[in-house]
């Protein structure tokens, strides 16, 4: 079979969507599936919806068309903050958006009104992660403006946490966001219908019961697709690690130092990579690279097996310590992390293989 190539097992994917979503149920969250690390791959929505999910998520409106091309019939969610330039796509392709300023929801309202219709939008609210939304103290005043537009309905607050700071999701931040739910309503006497406020970061408090009644909406990816909640990305119980595997072909096996010879300089992506001398070792070189993965985010299926490094084209690996002989032609499999799977599927280079 071709390689590289990533393997998709979809009753996997469904087994642990209907994990999350279980847990989630039980406290009155609504899950919806995000896809954004697959590209959007219509299969991997079908195995969501299989596994319980209410709609599925995507940050680019390419994939949520690939899937809709697709007939995956769902309602769908944008979470990337949409452009200015695609706002008559946005209303057209999703019910709902992620948003934060002024100038889209007037521009979202302006387009949802020429189609007739009426655009729903989660106004996203920064919690300390220092990524999309406005800041506590501006809420109101977002609210005040999206309320103006006559094409744009409120469904909720959100929030994004443990993406770009790292911020994991507290009694102090969740509590936050319902209070300022809370004030908005009372203020704007509106309902709010979702509190949106959770990705897998949000699974341990959930478990833990520390999670804020208010708190009804989860936009949950990683958790289902790789297994893992993502504060310590711990496996999560009840969800497999290896819904996604990435199969790679070997072209060559040498024996050879561990240590470059000859001056050295900076390596072809501007490193400068330490090589400790463990003598000879057994070298692989894989036809996956960067233009194919992250490197640093794949780990061996095999025990014995060691990822050296990666250019463009090849990844070199220690096989050394492998039980078995490895032989020019044999596959070398690898569980991807988060970023890894993100390279993996967007890369046209990778055959994707549903199971
Ligand atoms: C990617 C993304 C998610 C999903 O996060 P996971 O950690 O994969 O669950 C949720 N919300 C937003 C806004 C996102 O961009």
């Known amino acids: 079979m071709t390689a590289p190539r990533v393997t ?44 319980g999910v209410c709609a599925i998520a995507d940050s680019r409106l390419e ?48 387009a949802a009104q020429r189609r007739g219709q009426i655009h729903e939008v989660i106004l996203m609210v920064d919690l300390g992660d220092l990524r999309e939304g406005v800041w506590p103290d501006e809420l109101a ?28 999701p507290s009694e102090a931040n969740m509590g936050l966001l319902v209070d300022l739910a809370a004030e908005t309503e009372q203020d704007f006497a509106l ?15 959930i478990a833990a019961d520390r999670m804020p009644a208010r708190i009804n909406h989860a936009r949950i990816g990683e958790a289902i697709l790789l297994g893992r909640e993502t504060t ?26 561990s240590r470059p010879l000859g001056t050295r300089t900076e390596d072809a992506f501007g490193g400068l990579t330490r090589f400790e001398d463990q003598g000879e070792k057994l070298r692989v070189l894989l036809n996956l690279g960067r233009e194919d993965v992250d490197v640093a ?25 492998s039980a078995g002989p490895v032989r020019v032609g044999d596959e070398l499999a690898f569980i991807p992390n988060y970023s890894a799977l993100l390279a993996l599927m967007t890369s046209e280079y990778v055959a994707k293989v549903t199971l």
């Open 191 to 205: 309902q709010l219908q979702w509190l949106s406020a959770i990705n897998s970061s949000g699974l341990e408090m």
């Open 297 to 321: 985010g794949i780990a061996p299926c095999e025990p014995g097996v060691v990822v050296l490094g990666a250019s463009s084209d090849y990844t070199v690996v220690d096989v050394s310590a």
């Open 232 to 257: 310590r990305r711990k496996p999560w119980p009840g969800t497999f690690q290896d819904a996604f595997v990435i199969h790679a072909e070997v072209l060559e096996v040498k024996r050879k130092p």
């Open 63 to 110: 994939n949520i068309r690939r899937m809709q091309a697709a007939g995956v019939d769902a309602s769908y969610i944008l979470l990337r903050i949409p452009s200015l330039s695609i706002v008559d796509d946005v209303v057209e392709a999703v019910s709902v958006s992620l948003n934060s300023e002024p100038a889209l929801l007037a521009a979202l309202s302006d």
């Open 8 to 51: 998709v097992d979809l009753d996997k994917l469904e087994h642990n969507t209907r994990t999350i979503v279980g847990l989630c149920q039980s406290r009155n969250i609504e899950v919806c599936g995000v896809t954004k690390a697959t590209c959007g791959h219509p299969q991997v929505a079908l195995a969501m919806l299989r596994g």
């Open 141 to 168: 005043v977002l609210v005040k403006s999206a309320l103006e537009f006559p094409g744009i309905r409120v469904r909720g607050l959100g929030t994004n946490l443990a993406c770009f700071g790292g911020v994991v």
